[in-house]
């Protein structure tokens, strides 16, 4: 990917995420991220925190509930807020994406923010997914403003 793109959200928003995840230990939690693109930019407006319905092991995968996926793409069609990416929590501690993570990444141009909890301490980091290739997932500059 050409250039760095950075990712901005409020803290406020991330602070919910932060919580999120601690609720969740020792699994991964999980949501669809809303906002808009815009060159270089990715603003996140909306988390929609979903059931992580994963087949398989909660601790260290997950999956957006279909129903979900489905119904936030249904309202961007009618106008609402775009679909820009995921995030998800590693309880394990590390804010990077795992092989299982890239693996998963069929997006292009996806954000993935991932907030990595262990020992009280929260870390985040944000990739995006390649528009070429989907599961590379390139990292980005992660931008909080207070609300």
Known sequence: MAGQVNVRLSATLLEMLERTAWQAEPHEACALLLGEVGGSEVRLT??????????????????????????????ARAGGPQIVGVWHSHPNGVAR??????????????????SGVRDGMCEHGAFRAGTGDPHQLDECMLKVSSD
Request: aromatic content about 6%; cysteine-free; glycine content about 6%.
């Open 46 to 75: 909306q988390a929609v925190v979903t059931d992580n319905v994963t087949e398989g092991n909660p601790e260290t995968s997950f999956e957006i509930d279909p129903g979900m996926h489905i119904l936030m793409q249904k309202a």
């Open 97 to 114: 994406p795992s092989d299982t993570d890239r693996a998963q990444s069929v997006e292009p141009g996806w954000v993935w923010l991932i």
